[in-house]
């Protein structure tokens, strides 16, 4: 099983569960499937991802998901696939990304998961 990680920039990673229900452009895709298909297109590929939070939680991404109705919290992210310190580990992008929505599974303040949108996704090389 492959670990992920977000990382939002600034040494501001943080460990994920899982990496689930990535849709590019209306059509639902398998994360993993995609990571292998080393996807190179021309366009954009706008769409959104299910990211599930680990017990270990960063205090930036917290906030970052907490502010799911500020425009100004658009970024560039990252998601990693494996070790962040191993060059060998994938990387994508998500270019002007934003939480849009959060999940609270417990009576705890943290969003347990949440759907990051994002204008265009890339693999990194």
Known sequence: MTA?????????????????K??????????????ASDARVPVPLW??????RGDVRHP?????????ENTDTHQDVI???GDPAAPTSRRVRLTDAWASASYHLDEDDD????VISFADITIEK
């Open 4 to 20: 992920y990680h977000l990382d939002l920039g600034d040494n501001n990673a943080e460990v994920l569960d899982s990496v689930t």
């Open 111 to 114: 969003p347990d998961a949440f």
């Open 47 to 52: 769409g959104n991802v299910v990211l599930t």
């Open 60 to 68: 930036a991404t917290t906030t970052w998901v907490e502010d799911v």
């Open 22 to 35: 990535l849709t590019l452009t209306g059509s639902e895709l398998d994360f993993e499937s995609f990571l």
């Open 79 to 81: 998601l990693i696939a």
